[in-house]
């Protein structure tokens, strides 16, 4: 697992990418609504949620050392994937599989269920390579170091 640390910045490189491209998906489909549906409202939630981590991420390590908790880190980390996780599933769910054609939105709602499951993917990563580290450096007593990098 120490070799796959070194991919752990540019994991949260293209998760911050792939979360721009959800939030401005889940905006289109949230915009044309009054009142949105649930899950579509959940996914844009979901894109500014995991947005705010990977800030948390990137800039309080290096800029506020002492505020920084891996712990916390790693928490938010988890409870991001589990955020794309049912937020993609419960989106596939709502929406099927339908012939989209030419309707715009059908095929905004497929993009944002497809980079929903790519946010997730990449927060699965993300997870188990911190996951095992904060585990490997508490099995030999030692403070598990932040991987940085956004």
């Avoid at 979360?19 to 979901?46: D, H, K, N």
């Avoid at 390590?61 to 937020?87: C, D, H, N, V």
Wanted: aromatic share 18%.
């Amino acid at each position: 697992m120490e070799s796959l640390n070194r991919y752990i910045p540019y994991a949260h490189m293209i998760a911050t990418v792939f979360g721009l491209i959800e939030l401005g998906l889940t905006c289109y489909l949230v915009s044309p609504w009054w009142r949105a549906p649930g899950i579509y409202a959940f996914m844009l939630f979901s894109s500014v949620w995991t947005l705010l981590v990977l800030i948390y991420i990137a800039l309080f390590p290096p800029y506020f050392p002492k505020s920084f908790q891996r712990t916390i880190a790693l928490a938010l980390e988890w409870i991001t994937m589990i955020f794309w996780f049912a937020g993609s599933i419960a989106l596939a769910v709502y929406y099927g599989s339908p012939s989209c054609g030419a309707d715009t939105f059908c095929g905004c709602v497929e993009a944002a269920t497809a980079f929903g499951f790519l946010l997730w993917v990449t927060f699965l990563f993300v997870v188990i390579v911190d996951t095992m580290a904060t585990l490997k450096g508490r099995a030999r007593g030692q403070r598990a170091k932040p991987v940085v990098g956004v």
